[in-house]
T-cell receptor
Framework: DSGVTQTPKHLITATGQRVTLRCSPR?????VYWYQQSLDQGLQFLIQYYNGEERAKGNILERFSAQQFPDLHSELNLSSLELGDSALYFC???????????FGPGTRLTVL | ELKVEQNPLFLSMQEGKNYTIYCNYS?????LYWYRQDPGKSLESLFVLLSNGAVKQEGRLMASLDTKARLSTLHITAAVHDLSATYFCAVDSNYQLIWGAGTKLIIKP
């Protein structure tokens, strides 16, 4: 158990809908990272937050957005969902050194 | 743009054998990571390599980093069935990890 929690574990929804994925980092970690893992694209970095501020942005679609709250938990919002958004979404956290990222169990999103 | 290439992408081997997975990357980075993923599960950190020449070992796995050659290796010694999994390398690029495609390792008894 990495100490990073994610909810929900599974999410099934329809095209065009909007969902919110939630992540709580390890105690004391200020950085949160979001990744998408799909069969065709592999693992891709989406976005990073550090202590509430966006620090780095990767291949995140405009339909996706994220934020980190004062209690350091983070949410990833996915809107206007398409079939191709079906994937595993992982959250990771790290301490201020950023030397190691610890991954949560993931949320499996299925868009029908 | 940083690219990370792993090879092989698939490896089937017998228990007791040795093998090496290679990870090449295209631009300078001084932080490289190896992760393990079991089917349907999360990513488990195996090794964090932070400097040129770094070598780390845990059980039957050993990882090394050559930043000049932009190459890391993950060596498996006397493989056992429990090591069957997908192994990923990832390279740090300005606070984001760029991932290899993964090596699916199957170890047959």
């Amino acid at each position: 158990d990495s100490g990073v929690t994610q909810t929900p574990k599974h999410l099934i929804t329809a095209t065009g809908q909007r969902v919110t994925l939630r992540c709580s980092p390890r105690s004391g970690d200020l950085s949160v990272y979001w990744y998408q893992q799909s069969l065709d694209q592999g693992l891709q970095f989406l976005i990073q937050y550090y202590n509430g501020e966006e620090r780095a942005k990767g291949n995140i679609l405009e339909r996706f957005s994220a934020q980190q709250f004062p209690d350091l938990h983070s949410e990833l919002n996915l809107s206007s969902l398409e079939l191709g958004d079906s994937a595993l979404y992982f959250c990771a956290s790290s301490d201020t050194s950023g030397n190691e990222q610890f991954f949560g169990p993931g949320t499996r999103l299925t868009v029908l | 743009e940083l690219k990370v290439e792993q090879n092989p992408l698939f490896l089937s081997m017998q228990e007791g054998k040795n093998y090496t997975i290679y990870c090449n990357y295209s631009t300078t980075s001084d932080r490289l990571y190896w992760y393990r993923q079991d089917p349907g599960k999360s990513l488990e950190s195996l090794f964090v390599l932070l400097s040129n020449g770094a070598v780390k070992q845990e059980g039957r796995l050993m990882a090394s980093l050559d930043t000049k050659a932009r190459l890391s290796t993950l060596h498996i010694t006397a493989a056992v069935h429990d090591l069957s999994a997908t192994y990923f390398c990832a390279v740090d690029s300005n606070y984001q990890l760029i991932w290899g495609a993964g090596t699916k390792l199957i170890i047959k008894p």
